[in-house]
């Protein structure tokens, strides 16, 4: 009886190294595959580098085996940021947003209809506060903030051009998601905002207009678009009465037009309260 428990047991685990050893033989063939996907899609841009440095500037690579590693260690964070957002962050977004809409988390019937706009209350603000906290984790803005203030020697301050940043695409955010369990037309909110960043770039100081127009694209990037794109379509499809075609895509665009106003809002309050600090001095 013993050898034989024995045996059963031996047959378990090598069945069990088997399954294992097969499960990361089929996940390294996968990132194998993701791995050639990336580097053909990296390619142009690396021969559209090289090229123009050895054929129009027709100037040697100054450190060729350190700009190799760096195209290897973006085509590997690449494949494994892609692998994340496939396991992680959508699959979060849309859980979120159908966790937040559903009958029991609202308090109701689910024969009711319609549905006020006023009951979303909690989507509008967990959509402000991911767009908010993903602007300041967003590294490409991060990159921005510090050369702006570097450059402008200390006029532009790295930390409040990311927080004017962060609240124009939290507010974009939840006025975004406003749209979509709203179903009101795109067009509304995008002529509108950019009539207001119009009237805004003729009062904004000179300095920071370029700036601005630039924060309503660095925001939208590798940490923020899988996470609004999630929410977006997650909600349309939770929403009574929304197609994720029509109604879920949209909120990129929010969160890179009110940026835009956010900065040169906070530029022109900064300009007004420097301009009044200095008429107050005798």
Known sequence: MMELMERLTHFA???LDTCRNAYIIEWLIHIALKLLETGRDILPIAAVIVGFQLLVIRRPLTNPKKTLAGFIFVLLGIVFFLEGLNMALFPLGS????????PEFLGLNPLDQPVSWR??????????SIGFATALAEPSLLAVALKA???????????????????????GLALGTFRIVTGTGLYFFIVGGYIIVIIQTLFAPKLIIGLAYDSGGVTTSMVTVPLVTALGLGLAQAVPGRNPLLDGFGLIAFASLFPIIAVLAYAQIAHWLSKGSRSSKP
């Open 95 to 102: 859980l979120m947003a159908s966790q937040l809409t559903t």
């Open 119 to 128: 009951t979303y209350a909690w989507v509008y603000v967990f959509a402000a």
């Open 13 to 15: 685990l090598t069945l």
């Open 149 to 171: 203030e570097q450059i402008s020697g200390g006029a532009i301050r790295a930390w409040g051009l990311r927080i004017a940043v962060a609240i124009g695409v939290a507010l």
